[in-house]
């Protein structure tokens, strides 16, 4: 009876741990951030619940969008690839009509941002910023 007990339990533990993977991969995401950029706004360090759905479906592994729903308004924080590859948190401050944005840091003399790379697609972004803790 003991075993039957056992195997119940771990296959709970696996499903569960399978639901939060396929929540973390397609639906919600965390980070922790590092930096000055974001700045009073959000501090080194604070965590972030990032909604990988506020603009559309865009799959791991994949560098664009399946389906677009939405594009970032202004003052939207976002969580994007800069066009060097790597992950930035900024403030979305213009959608421009070719398919691109600017996104600038609060912190000015702290940030790394669009005044530095340019404009970025909207298919790096990965998605937008709904908590910070």
Same mark, same amino acid.
């Given at each position: %009876? *003991?075993?039957?007990?056992?195997?119940?339990?771990?296959?709970?533990?696996l499903l569960a741990l399978s639901f939060a993977f396929i929540?973390?991969?397609f639906f919600?995401?965390?980070?922790?951030?590092?930096?000055?950029? %974001? *700045?009073p706004a959000i501090k080194d360090g604070s965590v972030l619940i990032i909604n990988r759905l506020a603009?559309?479906?865009r799959p791991p592994l994949l560098n664009n969008y399946l389906y677009r729903w939405a594009?970032?308004?202004?003052?939207?924080v976002i969580v994007f690839y800069t066009p060097a590859g790597d992950l930035a948190v900024k403030r979305c401050v213009k959608?421009?009509?070719d398919g691109r944005f600017i996104a600038l840091?609060?912190?000015s003399l702290e940030s790394y941002d669009s005044r530095s790379y340019g404009p970025v697609s909207v298919d790096n972004i990965l998605g937008k910023v709904v908590g910070i803790k």
């Open positions: %009876m *003991k075993k039957k007990e056992d195997g119940a339990i771990l296959r709970d533990i929540l973390k991969l919600f995401d965390f980070m922790i951030t590092q930096g000055e950029s %974001m *700045k603009y559309g479906f594009f970032p308004d202004e003052g939207n959608v421009l009509n840091g609060d912190n």
